[in-house]
């Protein structure tokens, strides 16, 4: 192609490149939906149509590219600055395959750079920067560089061993590196088949962004800098190779050091309390001392109990995990703040407790043990400024562009669950970080009684206690949980029940932990304490044990509720039912910073101080319970006003009971007052499923 001709071509091969680049805006802006041109509508569906011409474009423009003029001549010129002029001898097929390799391997190496930007920028620096997630980011990266080195070498060998038979002469080194790197550009869209699926949203552009910029320094590093930086260090130079380490070096001191840098100066003494929030999921109330529990020792429970309130029947408004950590965090049910069931996350705008302490000068961590309550997914991180979950390296995998090819290679772990140790040393290690008397918000969760491993029984009785009385279990469990290992699927139901107690008081041991390393600190008597969980598991009801289609039994929904510290006074016993949703209005009325925005829980403080005059009424109410949809659509719900309880099951019908300390009797044919309560529950109910219609039809 003669010069006048090369110089149109690309021309017209920028201005594809500028179109293209518009297609893909165009495309993240409209949510991936159609470009509209007058009577002509496109649909596109995803960003893959329109990077694919862009790569196309770059791949042509590459190969149109003069060495005497344009962009193309000023890196020539800067090489040859560098001594590094291009070499054009000859290229057989295995020299040819070698800069291929380098040329792919800088490529890939890009794309994993760019893919860990991506998911930073899109997760919360603290769990973005776990280990599982660096581990991920590893294999996915490895994975991407040979697979891109591969493609490389492949093609550069290609093209020196057919160059001869299409142009009637050998090609270049040059050359071939010239085709390689147009294959390469060309083929990079196709990478975005196995990315996960483009996200919209209010930090999409954010994150396009930061991933553009970072896949352009990638390239230029990995593809230019470091093989300079490797020719000039064979030549016996090392001006570069200098910089480049010292890059390196300064890089990897800042990783490390990221932590270190207090995030502000103290002003001094602390204006509010801190707030230590510990969730322990899968407790029972009946399961803890104070609560009438016998046969479990749980001192430290007990003893918050006596320094602070107790709230004596609170009840969990769902029953998946997930849900009902996001109705103590935001005071909202389900239904309001949308996550609901498997799949759901939190919806966008819905204002938690940690954003508002955030506002009032709080820093806030989260430390989860369980797996399901892992952040990006369920949304709870974005209500914190750090959040370090329990995600293991199969959960971050599917995360990274070349993640998904590895995952048969690294399967799940069977049990959602990690010990106590790891959230408290988290949270040890943060908490240090901070300047003194500055304020803090932590949520530390500890779920190892939801997913507890068997245990021998103690004295080698086949029996033991549970809710339901001493039952003689010496049989295996029928139906064990889904996550057990094979060795502890054919334990008795008395194993399983006193491994469900060992968790309890390890649980308990761990907010003794917690309590004594604030002592330790200075910190005990101007912390909030607050302990309760977000559902406890079945031991027993509907023949249930541990995990199973148990629905919403008191003993299943009622949950412990502690609190101590600033603001509370010592053995106080609040009752009438109370919820989840009432946590976060009650700590803001403790901290006098008002009501929760949209809050559907109430403020209890009123009845937490030594001096409170008021005691509340039994009859309180009413609070909600929900349970997650059944296969066929409907879903468990029930209501409680003070001590009547109403559950409407999934096929419609509705059973009446009264609850007491856990405990409940149906009354199985409802007459005088018993049917006129049953009235006003179920009208009630119909009132709160009506309004979930209306929220659903104005925020799908």
Not at 72 to 84: M, S, T
Not at 218 to 239: E, I, K
Not at 538 to 543: H, T, V, Y
Not at 672 to 681: K, N, S, T
Request: with cysteine; charged share 20%.
């Amino acid at each position: 192609m003669d010069p006048l001709s090369r110089q149109r071509a690309a021309r017209a091969v920028n201005a594809g490149l500028v179109l293209a680049a518009v297609a893909v805006l165009v495309v993240v802006g409209s949510g991936g939906a159609t470009i509209d041109l007058g009577p002509v509508s496109l649909p596109l569906g995803q960003a893959f149509l329109p990077l694919l011409c862009l790569g196309a474009l770059a791949g042509v423009r590459v190969l149109l590219g003069s060495r005497t003029g344009g962009l193309e001549a000023r890196v020539l010129r800067a090489f040859a600055r560098l001594g590094l002029p291009p070499r054009d001898l000859p290229a057989a097929p295995f020299r040819a395959a070698r800069g291929g390799v380098v040329l792919g391997a800088g490529f890939g190496a890009s794309i994993a750079l760019a893919d860990g930007v991506r998911v930073a920028l899109s997760s919360r620096p603290a769990a973005a920067a776990s280990s599982a997630a660096l581990g991920a980011l590893t294999l996915s990266g490895l994975v991407a560089v040979a697979l891109a080195a591969l493609f490389g070498a492949l093609v550069a060998a290609g093209v020196a061993g057919l160059f001869p038979r299409l142009a009637g002469r050998r090609a270049g080194r040059y050359e071939a590196g010239r085709w390689t790197a147009a294959a390469l550009l060309a083929a990079g869209p196709f990478v975005l088949l196995l990315a996960p699926p483009l996200a919209t949203g209010e930090r999409t552009p954010f994150v396009m962004v930061g991933t553009a910029l970072a896949l352009l320094a990638g390239l230029a590093f990995f593809c230019f800098v470091l093989p300079a930086a490797w020719l000039q260090l064979q030549g016996g130079r090392f001006t570069l190779p200098l910089a480049v380490a010292g890059l390196v070096v300064l890089a990897a001191a800042a990783w490390v050091l990221r932590g270190a840098v207090p995030r502000g100066e103290s002003t001094g003494a602390a204006v509010y309390p801190n707030v230590l929030l510990v969730t322990i999921t899968g407790l029972r109330a009946d399961a803890v001392g104070s609560y009438g529990a016998t046969t479990t020792a749980t001192p430290a429970l007990d003893a918050l109990a006596e320094q602070g309130a107790a709230f004596r029947d609170t009840v969990t408004p769902s029953r998946f995990t997930p849900a009902a950590a996001a109705s103590l965090l935001t005071g909202l049910y389900p239904s309001s703040h949308g996550l609901r069931d498997d799949g759901d996350a939190l919806r966008p705008g819905i204002e938690g407790l940690p954003e508002r302490l955030t506002a009032n000068g709080y820093h806030c961590a989260a430390f989860v043990s369980a797996r399901p309550l892992e952040g990006r997914r369920s949304g709870l991180a974005r209500l914190f400024e750090n959040y370090e979950d329990a995600a293991a390296l199969s959960d971050w995998l599917p995360r990274f562009t070349f993640g998904r090819l590895l995952l048969r290679a690294v399967p799940a772990s069977p049990r959602p669950v990690r010990g106590p140790r790891p959230a408290l040393e988290l949270f040890r290690s943060w908490i240090g970080t901070l300047p003194p008397g500055v304020p803090w918000c932590a949520w530390v969760e500890l779920g190892e009684p939801a997913w507890p491993l068997p245990a021998s029984p103690r004295g080698g009785s086949d029996e033991v206690a549970v809710p339901a009385g001493r039952v003689a279990m010496a049989e295996p469990l029928q139906d064990p949980p889904a996550w057990s290992p094979g060795a502890a699927r054919k334990r008795s139901l008395a194993a399983w029940m006193e491994g469900y107690r060992a968790a309890v008081v390890a649980a308990d041991a761990a907010v003794g932990a917690l309590q004594q390393l604030l002592l330790e600190r200075g910190e005990l008597h101007r912390t909030l304490v607050v302990v309760t969980a977000e559902g406890g598991i079945p031991l027993g009801e509907q023949g249930a044990w541990i995990e199973g289609p148990a629905g919403l039994e008191e003993g299943i929904v009622r949950v412990p509720w502690l609190i101590a510290g600033p603001g509370v006074g010592a053995a106080v016993q609040v009752g009438g039912p109370s919820s989840l949703v009432d946590v976060a209005p009650t700590l803001l009325g403790l901290l006098r910073l008002g009501g929760a925005r949209d809050a559907e829980g109430e403020d209890l403080s009123r009845f937490l101080g030594a001096a409170a005059r008021e005691e509340r009424d039994p009859g309180s109410g009413p609070v909600f319970s929900e349970a997650r949809a059944a296969p066929g659509g409907g879903r468990p719900r029930a209501i409680r006003i003070g001590g009547w309880k109403l559950v409407r099951d999934t096929d419609g019908g509705e059973r009446l009971f009264q609850a007491s300390a856990g405990a409940e009797q149906e009354i199985l044919a409802p007459r005088d007052r018993a049917l006129r309560v049953r009235e006003e529950l179920a009208e009630k109910l119909a009132e709160r499923i009506a309004r979930e219609r209306d929220l659903a039809g104005e925020r799908p």
